[in-house]
């Protein structure tokens, strides 16, 4: 409307166009398009940060639902010492990065340190996995089992989480 008013000015024409345009306030015209820039900006802002908000969200949930630590931790149970038993012989935990342990159907727990191999013992007792390697490991877990992935409870230590394999 106010380039319609513009031109209209500038050509000193009269017609349609510019007889509409000619009773009208050029600063009226302009406050009224200023105002409905404004309100044009205001919801463009709203708008991205909608859509910023609605993209947090989702990495959020993303993040949430494919973490299997978290959608996991209703479904871990406590296994038994005979579970235990099963569940590991002839088996490894690994965390496929950096370590491995086999435990193998005589008692022997073969460690697997990015490269550095150790060898120790393992045993069941009292429905808890108890490891052992001389002068460096004597402790006993509760171990619980969610799929494949296994969490080694001590009540001083942060839980030991790997998934359980064939070796």
Not at 29 to 34: G, M, N, V
Not at 41 to 50: E, K, Q
């Amino acid at each position: 409307m106010i380039e319609a008013h513009d031109r209209c000015r500038a050509a000193r024409r009269v017609n349609p166009v510019c007889q509409a345009t000619s009773g009208i306030d050029l600063a009226e015209l302009q406050s009224s398009r200023s105002a409905s820039m404004s309100s044009s900006l205001d919801r463009l802002r709203a708008g991205r940060r909608s859509t910023v908000m609605q993209h947090i969200l989702l990495c959020v949930l993303i993040g949430v639902l494919g973490s299997g630590n978290v959608s996991q931790a209703s479904e871990m149970r406590r296994l038994s010492g005979m579970e235990i038993r099963t569940t590991l012989t002839g088996k490894m935990l690994t965390d496929y990065a950096h370590m491995s342990e086999t435990y193998e159907r005589s008692g022997k727990l073969v460690i697997d340190s990015d490269g550095d191999i150790s060898k120790g013992t393992w045993r069941v007792s009292d429905d808890h996995l108890c490891k052992r390697r001389p002068g460096i490991l004597d402790e006993c877990y509760e171990m619980w089992i969610a799929a494949n992935h296994v969490e080694l409870r001590h009540p001083i230590y942060p839980a030991f989480e790997a998934d359980l394999r064939a070796p």
